[in-house]
């Protein structure tokens, strides 16, 4: 995980995680990250600093820290797969599905490719992509 200070065309700044450096790009490019203050997504990185510690407590502080957002996402995980239906790799069919038809739905979750995803917000289908941890490492 990386976090990342961030700055909106608004000029306010503000905290992210993302899995790596990689797929902040990716969320970047795909338009997917937003401004916390005003939804814009005319967002970039600002410069920052290299924790530099000496001591050991700190990067104990943030190992433990790293730790405790992994378990947070699985249990995040665990609620989904509970309260929600996994439709796979139809999941752009399925959302499509219950907006343009109306369906009820208790909810879906499901793999989508980029481009699905691009189409599924050009048509005014909200969707969100979240990191999908596997397990919490020892």
Known sequence: ?????????????????????????????KKLINCIYCNSNKIEKTIMAPNLSVRSNKKSKKNKLEKNIKKQLVEFKKYIE?????VGSNFAQEARSIHYDNKNSKGIYGKATAEETDELLDEGIEVTTIPWIKKVEN
């Open 82 to 86: 509970k309260n929600y239906e996994d």
């Open 1 to 29: 995980m990386i976090k990342y200070n961030l700055v909106c065309k608004c000029k306010k700044t503000f905290e992210s995680w993302f899995l790596n450096s990689a797929e902040y790009e990716t969320l970047k490019k």
